[in-house]
């Protein structure tokens, strides 16, 4: 059974602000990631899923 499309780019998008989040609450003791964290790991992701679509297609 294959996965929905938007299955990797949630996935590449949720996991590493997850990971940061817990990061930052148990090892910095603070609460929250940067809006300005969240709106770049937000474009990359974008970049990457598009770059992928777009080989998808052409290959």
């Known amino acids: 059974m294959a996965l ?3 299955i ?7 996991l590493p602000l ?3 989040l817990l990061i ?3 090892v910095r003791h603070r609460r929250g ?4 964290v969240v709106l770049t790991w937000f474009v990359i992701v974008c970049w990457i899923s598009a770059l ?3 080989l998808g297609k052409v290959l």
């Open 18 to 20: 997850l990971a940061g």
């Open 8 to 14: 990797w780019p949630a996935g590449l998008f949720a």
């Open 4 to 6: 929905p499309w938007w």
């Open 33 to 36: 990631i940067s809006s300005n």
């Open 24 to 26: 930052n609450l148990f």
């Open 52 to 54: 992928a679509l777009i």
